[in-house]
């Protein structure tokens, strides 16, 4: 079977890689830009390295630090009428994933003559609209999303309550390791169980291919290493520069390979119960790998190799279970919380399976995502991690 397989913009990848945020731009053709970041970063002054680069390159800068968690489709409307009212032609995005997807949202959303409700009707309905994104370049400030790399913004649907994903390509992404230097303990742990998550659906899609999977079991290699590490020491530039790399090469693979029905009852789970994405990613992998071991066997014992543990069982089922179980003590030993710890019940678990249902990414999975296969899915999320 011949398959294909693509990166979606250049990266320039290192520790003070935000410094050639000018020439990127200036390389781009950029004159008048917006930079959009939020509170936080603004007060770490990481955008004030980004606004210092583009005016040394002789730019002119305009600064928009509105973002706020799940990127809401009115911060969205907001940066997007600012680059109508100011002629902006370049935009930079540099903060997490919520930041990185808002920054998409309006590269996509100030480029045509629509509002973010007829915006993220198109993307629901799979419609392109007139004219293409204005030229973007991202800088996470994060090791989790890979939103650098990757086609797609996640927006939420405030009115329907729902999160979209919204076609909006950027044109470039530095990778600065520098810049996650000092993350808290929590946020360090939750944004790479986020990667962590991409590349076990990315591995066990309907489409994966022999470059997406080269980077997902590096990138498992280097998050089961290197993240508690991070997490015990926030200044271990080594670790850093591991995870920032593993979050880069997630994004890479699973814009090529897809994410699946881990990522829509994720989506679900954010949407109703506002829990910090990487935390939802964390508690359904396992159960994804369970499900997913009888169409690929080789793939997850080779996932629970990487991770360092010692697969015996030859049966798939049984594969999946010891590496499901594996996993779940590694996330035990990171800190990452129960259900119950968030005060999420059983039955409101299992609330979520219409919202899994009427998700497209679930038919990404290779074993059909029936409604009664998501509600058991979502009912070991809860049973399986106490």
């Known amino acids: ?13 290192g520790a003070g890689a935000v410094s050639t945020t000018g020439d990127v731009a200036k390389e781009l053709g950029f004159n008048r830009v917006l930079i959009v970041t939020d509170e936080n970063v603004k007060k ?4 004030q390295k980004v606004v210092d680069s583009l005016t040394a390159a002789g730019m002119e800068t305009f600064l928009f630090a509105d973002c706020e968690t799940d990127a809401p ?43 973010v409700s007829e915006l993220l009707d198109s993307a629901r309905n799979m419609m392109p609209l007139e004219n293409p994104p204005i030229k973007l370049i991202l800088i996470p400030t994060t090791s989790g999303t890979g939103s650098e790399s990757t086609i797609i913004a996640v927006i939420s649907d405030t009115k329907n309550h729902e999160k979209i994903g919204a076609i909006a390509p950027p044109s470039f992404a530095i990778v600065d390791p520098e810049l996650t230097l000092g993350m808290p303990k929590e946020i360090t742990v939750y944004t790479g ?15 994966p291919n022999p470059h997406s999977d080269i980077l997902c079991y590096d990138t498992i290699e280097r998050i089961t290493k290197w993240l ?24 890479i693979a699973f814009n090529d390979a897809m994410v699946h029905l881990g990522h829509a009852i994720a989506h679900a789970m954010g949407a109703t119960f506002h829990i910090p994405h990487g935390i939802a990613c964390a508690l359904v ?35 999946g279970i010891d590496v499901a179980n594996g996993l779940r003590q590694f996330q ?23 919202y899994v249902a009427n998700e497209g990414l679930r038919f990404l999975c290779p074993v059909p995502a029936t409604e009664e296969r998501i509600a058991a899915s979502l009912a070991k999320i809860y049973d399986c991690y106490q």
């Open 228 to 251: 508690p590490i991070a997490a015990a020491d926030p200044l271990n530039l080594e670790a850093r520069e591991n995870l920032a790399l593993a979050s880069n090469n997630a994004g």
């Open 193 to 207: 169980m986020d990667a962590f998550s991409h590349v076990c659906e990315a591995l066990t899609s309907v489409q």
């Open 73 to 115: 489709d009115y911060t969205v409307q907001s940066g997007a009428n600012l680059v109508k009212t100011h002629a902006i032609d370049g935009i930079v995005g540099i903060g997490g994933g919520s930041v990185l997807d808002t920054a998409k949202g309006i590269s996509t959303l100030g480029a045509n003559n629509v509002s």
């Open 1 to 13: 079977m011949v398959q294909r397989y693509s990166q979606l913009c250049p990266v320039a990848f």
């Open 332 to 354: 035990k030993q990171l800190g990452i919380p129960t259900l119950p710890d968030l005060t999420i019940s059983r039955e409101q678990i299992l609330g979520c399976t219409n």
């Open 44 to 47: 770490m002054g990481h955008s």
């Open 285 to 319: 992998t396992p159960v994804i790998l369970e499900l997913t071991a009888p169409v690929y066997p080789e793939k997850v014992k080779k996932i629970g190799t990487c991770m360092g543990l010692t697969i015996s069982a030859t049966d798939p089922q049984e594969i």
